[in-house]
């Protein structure tokens, strides 16, 4: 089956202590992207990827890190967690968003207290 | 003006009836056009395209209006599993793909 598989699906975790929300596609799709979700904020996108070992700053690139070493992994990372970045978050891909539309992952709940 | 911009309801419509929302969008370079569909606490799902002629995929018709720069989803005979946050999304193609979604209007059809 085609998908976006992210873990894990919920985390809370305490300020500054480091984390990683692991995403991979089986698409073999070149285009990966993160987003958070709020209220009242809608998706927001945070980095996003063309391909391999090639990332981009989104809207919201403060607090994360992403990585593309392998065309099917794109983990977010957050080096020192605060609670500002509690948020439902989204991994995406596509083999190209404008054309295809994307496909998301399951989402992950995180809270950072 | 906001970049992307939509209703955010709550629609509340009786099954059975139909129901037409719209989303604008302020760049008049955007090029491609989508709807998602996104249920309370789950990922966004891609509903459908929106091309420049309009199109239609069973119940759901989609429809573009670059002059005045709004893209509308019509839903007919609508159903109880359509109660839904619809996402309307806008691409701009630039140096790379620059997609931005709107904050969606709610639907809850009501039987």
């Known amino acids: 089956e085609a998908q976006v598989t992210q873990n894990p699906r919920y985390l809370i975790t305490v300020t500054g202590k480091k984390l990683t929300v692991t995403c991979s596609q089986n698409?073999?799709?070149?285009?990966m992207s993160w987003y958070r979700q709020d209220p009242g904020l809608g998706l927001r996108q945070i980095y996003y990827?063309?391909?391999?070992?090639?990332?981009d700053k989104g809207d919201v690139p403060e607090g994360y890190k992403v990585s593309r070493k392998e065309k099917r992994n794109f983990p977010l990372i957050l080096e020192s967690p605060s609670p500002n970045q509690t948020s439902l978050y989204f991994c995406?891909?596509?083999?190209?968003?404008?054309?295809?539309?994307?496909?998301f992952g399951s989402g992950t709940r995180l809270t950072v207290v | 003006r906001k970049e992307v911009e939509q209703d955010p309801g709550p629609f509340n419509v009786p099954e059975g009836a139909t129901v037409a929302f719209n989303c604008t969008y302020s760049?008049?370079?955007?090029?491609?056009f989508f709807w998602y569909r996104q249920d309370c606490r789950k990922e966004p799902k891609l509903l459908m395209s929106?091309?420049?002629s309009g199109n239609e995929d069973g119940r759901f018709t989609a429809q573009l209006n670059r002059a005045s720069q709004y893209i509308s989803l019509l839903i007919r005979d609508s159903k109880l599993s359509d109660s839904a946050t619809y996402l309307c999304?806008?691409?701009?193609?630039?140096?790379?793909?620059?997609?931005?979604f709107g904050k969606g209007t709610r639907l809850h059809i009501l039987p």
């Open positions: 995406a891909s596509s083999l190209s968003p404008g054309v295809y539309g994307y496909t």
């Open positions: 698409m073999n799709h070149e285009y």
């Open positions: 990827s063309m391909n391999v070992e090639v990332t």
């Open positions: 760049n008049s370079a955007s090029q491609s």
């Open positions: 929106v091309y420049s």
């Open positions: 999304v806008v691409n701009y193609r630039g140096r790379d793909d620059k997609i931005i």
